[in-house]
C-alpha cells in the first residue's frame, strides 16, 4: 500500500509538472514559415506550418485569413495568400484538431518584409568598368542591408540588425548596424553571411536573409594604350594582336587585386619580354615596344602580378605582338 | 576616195557626232537629276561609280567631313542601303535629333572629342567643333544635342593614378550649322571621379554617383542653370542609375554573372527604394523613359535570358497576373533600345550564350558578339527577325548604346568591336500597324529559319 502511494504520488507528480509542459510544448513547437522568407509588399506568399509535437500528417487543420476560412482539412499544412501594402498586415489564424481529438490554436501576423543584403568588394575595377568587383582571397567584403518593413522609405538606423559572418553569430549586432566588414577566405570557399533584422519595439519581427560570398582568384587582362584613344577597355588583347604602327603600348590590368594594396604600391609586376625580364619606368602597369626595321616583328610580353601583403592575390598573363611589313 | 562614196562617210560621221551629243546630253540630265550635286562642298562628278568607302576630305582645314553616300556597295545610295556607317573613327557616344524637318546624329569622336552631325537619309558628316579633348571614353548627350557630357582619364604621369573628369560641354553652333564654320565648346567641370552617371530621357537634368567617406552619394544637376542638388546617399556605392522622365532613378546594382543582383526605383522627393527585381545573377536592367516597364538580363545555367517586368503585372490566364515575361532572344538590355511606344524593343541579339560569366567577360573585352537584329514585344513576347548584317554587309557588328532615330525610322548603334557609328534603316514592319508576330517557344535559329533566312546563323 505504501509503495503503491509512492508510486500514484510521483505519478502525479510528474502528470502535474510534465503533461501542462508537454501541452504547452506542442504550443511552442508549432511554427510557422513563409515562402519567400522575406515577401515584399501585395507579393503572394505560401505560409506553412510546421511541428515536431503534434502529428500534422493526421490533423485536422483549419486556415483563416483575417477571420475567413480559406482551408479545411487533414494535413492541410499550408496555404497561398497575399501580403499586403508595407504598414499592413495579414492574420492568420490555424485550429489545429489532432487525431485524439486535442484542439491548438494559433496565429501568425503576415507583413511584408523586404531586406536585401548587398555587397561590393574593396577590389580593383577599371574606370567605367561596369561590372561588379569581385572578391578574392583575403579581400575585404562590405555587406549591407537594405530593409523595409513599414514603407519603401524606412530609415535603416531604426533597425536592430544581427550579423553572422561564417557561422560566427554576434560578429556585429546593434540598433542602425545595417553594415558589416567580411573577410575573405580563399578562392572557391564561400563565406556564408547572414543578417537577421527586426525593428526592436516590435517582438517577433525578426527576419532574416543569408548570401553566400565566393571569392575568385585576382587576373591580368591587357589592353592597348593608345595616344588618342586612351585605353581600349572595349577590346581585350588576347593570344595574338596585330598592329601596323611602329610602337605599341600595352596596359595591363589587374582585375580584383585589393585596393589597400595597389594604393600602397605593394603591387609587383614583372614584366618579361620575348623571355627577358624588362625594366619599367614610374607606372608599372604599362610597356612601350617598338619595332626595329620594316620587316614583320613579333614581341611577345609576360607580365606577373604579386601582391606582396596578399601572397596568394597573384595573376599573370601573355600576349604577343605582332608589327606588320612596313 | 571616190566622190560617191564622199557623201557617205560625211552622213556616218554626223550621226557619230549626233549619238555622242546625245549621250553627252543624257548624262548631264541624270547627272542634273540624280547625281551627287555640290554635297558639303564636294562635287561627285560620276556619282554611281564605286568609292573605297572614304570621302575625299576637302582642303578646307575648317570642316573635316566623313561619312558619305557610298560605301563601295553597288553603288547603292545611303536610303537604300540598310546598313549605314555613319563614322570612320571610333565614337564616345550618339544622339539622334531632329533639325529643318531632317533627321540627324549628332557624335562625338573619341581621339579629339570634336562633335559631328551627319544626316542619317544620306550625306556627309560635317564637324560642329574644334575644340580638342582627347581619349573621350563616354559622351552622354543633353540639352537636345547642344549639351554634352565628355567623360575622360587624367592619368598622374609619377603615380599612375587615373582621375575620371568630366565636362558638361555646351556646343557653340551659332553659325557652324549654316555656314562652313565650325564651332566650339563652351566647359564647365563636374566633380572629379564621378563614378556614375545617367541624362534624363528629355536632357534636362542628370543624375551622377560619387563616392565620399565609403557612401556613394548622388546628385541632381539642372543642365541649362548647373544647379545641383544631394538627392541619394547609400552606404553600397555599385550602383548603376538610370534616370527616368519623372524625376525618379532606377538603381540597379553592378552586374557579375554568378552574383544575385537587384533593380529599385528611387524616388529623389520622398526617398522612397521601391524594388522591382530581386535577386537574380547577372542581373542587367533598362527601364523605358517612363519606367512603366523594365527589360532585365539574367543569368540562368549559362544563358543569358531577357525578360520584361512590369509592376502592374501582365494579364495571364483565368485572372491570373504575372510580373515577369520572357522574351526568347539571346541579349543583353543595354544592346536593346526601347521604341517610342515604350512597349517594344529592338535590340541585336546573340545566337548562343558563350561559356563563362556574362556579362562580365563582355565588360572585360574578351569576348563579342556577331549579333543578328530583333524586334520584340515585352508584353506578348513575340519576337521578329530583322536582319543579319553579315549578309548585308559582310562584317560583324556587335551591337552597343543603341538608340532610335528621332522619327522611329533608324536603329543606330556603336560597333563595340572597332567603336564605329552604325545606322540601320527600319523596315515598315517595325511601324505599330504592320508587325509580323511569329510562333512563340522558337530558338533564334528556328525563328530565323522561319523568315526565310538563308545563311547558317554564326
Known amino acids: 500500500m505504501k509503495s503503491r502511494n509512492i508510486i500514484l504520488g510521483v505519478t502525479m507528480t510528474i502528470g502535474i509538472f510534465f503533461v501542462p509542459n508537454i501541452a504547452l510544448g506542442a504550443l511552442d513547437l508549432v511554427t510557422f514559415s513563409t515562402n519567400p522568407q522575406t515577401p515584399g509588399p501585395n507579393q503572394p506568399v505560401t505560409v506553412s506550418i510546421q511541428s515536431y509535437a503534434i502529428d500534422l500528417n493526421s490533423s485536422r487543420i483549419t486556415w483563416y485569413v483575417d477571420k475567413e476560412a480559406v482551408a479545411d482539412g487533414v494535413a492541410e499544412k499550408s496555404i497561398r495568400t497575399e501580403t499586403k501594402g508595407f504598414g499592413k498586415t495579414v492574420t492568420i489564424n490555424v485550429v489545429i484538431v489532432d487525431a485524439g481529438g486535442a484542439r491548438f490554436d494559433k496565429e501568425f501576423l503576415l507583413h511584408p518584409i523586404e531586406i536585401d543584403l548587398l555587397w561590393e568588394a574593396d577590389t580593383y575595377t577599371p574606370p567605367f568598368y561596369k561590372g561588379k568587383a569581385l572578391p578574392t582571397y583575403k579581400s575585404v567584403v562590405k555587406a549591407t542591408a537594405i530593409p523595409r518593413m513599414y514603407s519603401t522609405a524606412d530609415d535603416p538606423a531604426l533597425f536592430f540588425y544581427e550579423w553572422t559572418i561564417n557561422r560566427i553569430q554576434g560578429v556585429g549586432k546593434g540598433l542602425g548596424k545595417g553594415g558589416a566588414l567580411i573577410p575573405m577566405k580563399y578562392a572557391g570557399s564561400p563565406v556564408p553571411t547572414t543578417v537577421k533584422v527586426s525593428d526592436p519595439n516590435v517582438e517577433g519581427s525578426a527576419r532574416s536573409v543569408t548570401q ?54 605593394e603591387l609587383v609586376y614583372t614584366w618579361q619580354k620575348d623571355g627577358a625580364t624588362v625594366a619599367v619606368g614610374l607606372n608599372p602597369n ?38 606588320s611589313q612596313e | ?68 553616300d557610298s560605301n ?44 559631328y552631325e551627319i544626316p542619317l537619309a544620306g550625306g556627309v558628316a560635317e564637324q560642329l ?30 603615380t599612375g593614378r587615373e582621375t575620371i573628369k568630366t565636362h558638361l560641354a555646351r556646343l557653340n553652333l551659332s553659325s557652324a550649322l549654316s555656314s562652313d564654320d565650325v564651332g566650339g565648346l563652351t566647359l564647365d567641370f563636374l566633380p572629379d571621379n564621378i563614378v556614375a552617371l545617367s541624362v534624363s530621357p528629355d536632357g534636362k537634368s542628370l543624375f551622377y554617383i ?59 522627393k520622398t526617398k522612397a527604394l521601391n524594388r522591382l527585381v530581386r535577386e537574380k545573377d547577372g542581373l542587367t536592367a533598362l527601364a523605358n523613359a517612363s519606367g512603366s516597364r523594365v527589360l532585365y538580363g539574367e543569368n540562368v545555367a549559362g544563358n543569358a535570358i531577357l525578360n520584361s517586368y512590369d509592376p502592374k503585372g501582365f494579364p495571364g490566364d483565368e485572372g491570373t497576373v504575372f510580373y515577369e515575361n520572357i522574351i526568347p532572344i539571346n541579349t543583353l538590355p543595354e544592346k536593346c533600345a526601347w521604341l517610342s511606344d515604350n512597349m517594344r524593343v529592338l535590340c541585336g541579339a546573340f545566337n548562343l550564350t558563350p561559356t563563362g560569366l556574362i556579362p562580365d567577360l563582355w565588360y572585360q573585352g574578351r569576348i563579342s558578339f556577331n549579333d543578328t537584329f530583333w524586334l520584340a514585344n515585352t508584353t506578348s513576347g513575340d519576337v521578329t527577325y530583322l536582319s543579319d548584317p553579315k549578309e548585308e554587309t559582310g562584317q560583324t557588328f556587335d551591337v552597343a548604346n543603341p538608340l532610335l532615330s528621332e522619327d522611329g525610322a533608324y536603329f543606330i548603334f556603336t560597333n563595340k568591336k572597332d567603336g564605329m557609328l ?18 512563340e517557344g522558337l530558338s533564334p535559329e528556328e525563328l530565323k529559319d522561319a523568315q526565310g533566312s538563308l545563311q547558317a546563323p554564326q
Open chain 1, 212 to 265: 553566400n560570398i565566393l571569392a575568385v582568384e585576382p587576373t591580368v587582362l591587357f589592353y592597348e594604350q593608345a595616344p588618342l584613344l586612351g585605353t581600349v577597355f572595349d577590346r581585350a588583347l588576347t593570344g595574338t594582336a596585330n598592329t601596323e604602327g611602329t610602337t605599341f603600348r600595352v596596359r595591363a590590368t589587374p582585375y580584383f587585386f585589393s585596393n589597400d594594396n595597389m594604393a600602397n604600391g
Open chain 2, 1 to 68: 576616195m571616190n566622190p560617191e562614196e564622199q557623201p557617205s562617210s560625211k552622213k556616218t560621221l554626223w550621226i557619230g557626232l549626233g549619238i555622242f551629243f546625245f549621250l553627252l546630253l543624257a548624262g548631264g540630265l541624270v547627272w542634273y537629276f540624280w547625281g551627287g550635286g555640290n554635297t558639303g562642298g564636294v562635287t561627285k562628278l560620276f556619282p554611281f561609280s564605286p568609292s573605297s568607302g572614304e570621302d575625299v576630305p576637302q582642303t578646307d582645314t575648317d570642316r573635316h567631313e566623313i561619312g558619305g
Open chain 2, 422 to 439: 552604325w545606322s540601320m534603316r527600319l523596315p515598315q514592319q517595325v511601324g505599330p500597324e504592320t508587325s509580323d508576330t511569329i510562333p
Open chain 1, 286 to 323: 604599362s610597356l612601350e615596344l617598338g619595332k626595329a626595321g620594316t620587316a614583320t616583328q613579333s614581341s611577345k610580353v609576360g607580365l606577373t602580378i604579386q601582391n606582396r601583403s596578399r601572397i596568394l592575390q597573384k595573376a599573370g598573363g601573355q600576349v604577343t605582338i605582332n608589327f
Open chain 2, 210 to 268: 560619387i563616392k565620399k567617406d565609403g557612401a556613394a552619394v548622388g546628385s541632381v544637376v539642372n543642365v541649362a542653370t548647373k544647379a545641383t542638388k544631394e538627392v541619394f546617399r547609400s552606404p553600397f556605392t555599385e550602383w548603376l542609375p538610370q534616370f527616368l522622365n519623372n524625376g525618379s532613378i532606377l538603381l540597379s546594382t553592378k552586374p557579375s554573372g554568378a552574383v544575385p543582383g537587384y533593380s529599385y526605383v528611387y524616388d529623389p
Open chain 2, 72 to 115: 563601295g556597295d553597288s553603288g547603292l545610295v545611303a536610303a537604300d542601303r540598310l546598313f549605314r556607317q555613319l563614322s570612320l573613327k571610333p565614337v564616345a557616344g550618339a544622339y539622334a535629333l531632329k533639325r529643318d524637318g531632317e533627321q540627324y546624329v549628332r557624335f562625338i569622336e573619341k581621339e579629339t572629342g570634336h562633335a
Open chain 2, 129 to 158: 567643333t574644334n575644340t580638342t579633348i582627347p581619349r573621350i571614353a563616354i559622351a552622354d548627350w543633353a540639352l537636345g544635342g547642344n549639351a554634352v557630357l565628355l567623360r575622360y582619364l587624367e592619368e598622374d604621369r609619377y
